[in-house]
């Protein structure tokens, strides 16, 4: 350990000195009290050091002991039904430690090292293996078997393996390498934060990643693998949102990083999130979650390591070859924090004080989202989805940690509180928001869910970029005078709005919709709207007389209709024609 002595403390940010031989990002323990850093700047023997931990009482001569190795988390069973904070230290251990006030300069270890984890090996002595191969499994939750691999850099043939219980820094496999080189393996493996782990190969996303929520789905998909930004203004449905996707989401595994701004927010996510079911098996929805959440006493620097903290352990799933989604709110907060200690480095500040490379870092953190081929001699695919939460002051979306993001995620959901106040939910915009994937999905769409799904998405989207168009109109001198053509327009267009987009996330059946019943609900407000076309067009009947028919009604109930019930679906589209035709009293 090389030990330093401080000269400066601002903040987070501590300067110490006789640091000579550190390196950046080196991790460094300041004062007695070993307060955890990390190393972001350096200066002849001057390291500046970004603490994770609150300062106060540290002062100019207390020691700080650099520790030569980057910061790293433990990856390896235990991380799921995990809460951990920024630096990994699970919080119900330090709570128990500390009590609720967490006191300063705890260490605990990530993983914990008092539970046995039942190992079943899938390898045999005298195999060969390589890097990222896995190598036996642990059923770590009844919901997710969690993959043992070699670790990156390690290939050769088994010497040992074990089977049974073990702890996870106990060896349960012994390769030996080509230079003729033991290595021990663990069940646990280190790596440090600020590096993405290695794969053999990204790919592009080409599948999407079903949601159940038909405005993301239909209109707005993210892909398996794909990076996302959503805003979210209070009150306009943010957490809703987000517990959906974290609960319904195509994805094994949910990575949550609450970078909140005041402490409450996060006690609110350690409240909410424990009490959420997955719906596919009925089990507590932690079971495949792991959740990191900066505590109160932490300084805003501690944002940083949290964000990287989380991203590090959602490639790990990942390269067990899971769909992994990784939901991270807010940025912003993030973005705040780094704003921080770039001013307190003295640093040239760009855009709002932001530091000229915020935008670097926002594009290397959804960089580590992706589809890949893992390590490994099988040709196993994991994907990790990214899906960024901004909060930028006074919803300005010009805010640079906005336009940074959006310059490199590939969809956008436009939350707004105007559609939250007019209890459209969810409150996704349909007119700003937009997702650079539909096209790539274009062909899984059609073969997949129907060869005409993509085209209906289009002529939807046409419908309501036409309602905007028309609403001028329609506020100066009423609906009225509208062409007959345009008048239904506007019916269909407030159907797919009512219909279609708006789902209630707190209905038994609505919260969720297959994309096989997106695609039916669609069909039949489409066909209605065609039918409607063609009577108008050729018969003395108004809109506003079709309007009286109960068909709207039913297909106002559609969404209602259960996953086993869309039969009922098909025959309302098969029905359409007779009964609009229905004469009405
Ligand atoms: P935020 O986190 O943005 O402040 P919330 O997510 O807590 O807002 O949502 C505020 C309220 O809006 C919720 O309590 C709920 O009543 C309503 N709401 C939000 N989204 C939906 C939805 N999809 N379906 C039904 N109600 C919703």
Redesign the pocket.
């Known amino acids: 350990m090389k030990s330093g002595r401080v000269v400066k403390v601002s903040g987070p940010l501590v300067v110490a000195e006789g640091m000579l031989g550190t390196k950046m990002y080196d991790v460094v323990y300041v004062g007695e009290m070993k307060l955890l850093g990390e190393v972001i700047e350096l200066k002849g023997d001057k390291a500046f050091i970004q603490v994770y931990e609150d300062t106060h009482g540290l002062g100019p001569g207390d020691p700080a002991f650099g520790t030569g190795y980057p910061l790293m988390v433990e990856l390896g069973p235990g991380l799921l039904e995990s809460f951990f904070d920024g630096i990994q230290r699970p919080l119900d251990k330090i709570r128990i430690l500390s009590g609720d006030f967490i006191s300063r300069g705890i260490h605990v270890p990530g993983l914990p090292r008092d539970k046995k984890w039942t190992f079943v090996p899938c390898v045999k002595v005298g195999d060969e293996v390589v890097d990222g191969d896995i190598i036996g499994e642990v059923e770590e939750t009844t919901l997710v078997k969690h993959k043992i691999m070699v670790p990156p850099g390690i290939s050769g043939i088994i010497t040992d393996i074990k089977e049974g219980a073990f702890i996870v820094d106990e060896t349960i496999a012994k390769i030996k390498d080509s230079n003729g080189e033991q290595h021990d393996i663990q069940m646990m493996q280190k790596w440090p934060v600020r590096v993405p782990r290695p794969y053999k190969e990204k790919y592009l996303p080409e599948e999407p990643m079903f949601t159940g929520q038909r405005v993301i789905d239909s209109f707005f998909p993210i892909a398996k693998g794909g990076t996302a930004c959503v805003p ?10 987000q517990h ?1 996707l974290a609960k319904w989401s195509e994805a094994k595994i949910v990575v949550y990083i609450g970078c909140g701004e005041r402490g409450n927010e996060m006690t609110d996510v350690l409240i909410e999130f424990p009490e959420l079911k997955d719906p596919y098996s009925g089990e507590p929805l932690m079971k495949r979650t792991v959740l990191i959440a900066n505590t109160s006493n932490m300084p805003v620097a501690a944002r940083e390591a949290s964000i990287y903290t989380g991203i590090t352990i959602a490639e790990y799933f990942r390269d067990m070859g899971y769909s992994v989604a990784l939901m991270a709110d807010s940025t912003s907060r993030w973005a705040e924090a780094m704003r921080e200690i770039s001013g307190r480095l003295e640093e040239m500040p760009g855009e709002e004080g932001y530091p000229a490379y915020l935008a670097t870092r926002v594009a290397s953190f959804y960089e580590r989202a992706g589809r890949v081929k893992c390590l490994s001699g099988d040709d196993r695919e994991g994907t990790l989805s990214v899906i960024g939460a901004v909060s930028p002051p006074g919803g300005d979306l010009s805010d640079p940690v906005v336009q940074s993001t959006l310059r490199v995620v590939k969809v956008f959901w436009s939350l707004e509180d105007k559609l ?1 106040f007019s209890r459209h ?3 996704i915009n349909w007119l700003t928001s937009y997702s650079l994937y539909r096209d790539d999905l274009r062909s899984y769409y059609e073969k997949n869910v129907a060869p005409d799904f993509y085209d209906m998405i289009l002529e939807s989207m046409r419908i309501l970029e036409k309602e905007a168009e028309l609403e001028e109109i329609v506020r100066l001198v009423g609906s009225e005078a509208l062409s007959q053509e345009d008048q239904l327009l506007l019916e269909t267009a407030r159907s797919i709005r009512e219909d279609f987009l708006h ?4 209905h038994e059946v609505d919260t969720f919709a297959s994309i096989k019943k997106q695609y039916l609900m669609l069909k039949a407000i489409l066909r209605l709207y065609d039918i409607c076309k063609d009577i108008i067009s050729k018969e003395e009947v108004t809109v506003k007389e079709l309007r009286k028919s109960p068909v709207w009604e039913k297909i106002a109930r559609m969404k209602y209709f259960g996953e086993q019930e869309l039969g009922e679906i098909e025959r309302l589209i098969k029905e359409l024609d007779n009964e609009i035709r229905q004469p009405i009293n």
Do not use: E, L, W, Y
């Open positions: 979210g203004p209070f009150g306009s449905g943010k957490t809703v949102i959906q939250a939910f969810p409150a789902q209630n996330a707190f």
